[in-house]
């Protein structure tokens, strides 16, 4: 497993922007497959963006594609998530999360075991 901090959260106007961070620890960051979820008060944890370890295709939500990116730098054992457009029904803790080696099922919060504790993000109307 590896360990996971998330950063850059925080408050922000409806339209406006944020950029999540998830810094990685492990000599490995280049072969982990990594998501971001997040978690509304009173919902369940919901998947918003992964990226395969490979490179490939890059997977959205429906509620966020075109206005989220999802990145990772192997360089500096970080991945990002460049939230833009943002809407009240995003506020939520948002987590990333990591599995070596996998391929499929990035949707699926049950394919990752390794997560962080998660970082607030507020967006006001």
């Known amino acids: 497993q590896v360990q996971l901090v998330e950063s850059g959260g925080g408050s922000v106007q409806a339209g406006g922007s944020l950029r999540l961070s998830c810094a990685a620890s492990?000599?490995?960051?280049?072969?982990?497959?990594m998501g971001w979820f997040r978690q509304a008060p009173g919902k369940e944890r919901e998947f918003v963006a992964g990226i395969p370890w490979s490179g490939g295709t890059t997977e959205y939500a429906d509620s966020v594609k075109g206005r989220f990116t999802i990145s990772k730098d192997n360089t500096k054992n970080m991945l990002y998530l460049q939230m833009n457009s943002l809407k009240p029904e995003d506020t939520a803790v948002y987590y990333c999360a990591a599995r070596i080696g996998i391929l499929t099922g990035l949707r699926e919060g049950k394919t990752y075991d390794s997560w962080g504790r998660g970082t607030q993000v507020t967006v006001s109307s």
């Open positions: 492990g000599r490995t960051f280049f072969a982990y497959t």
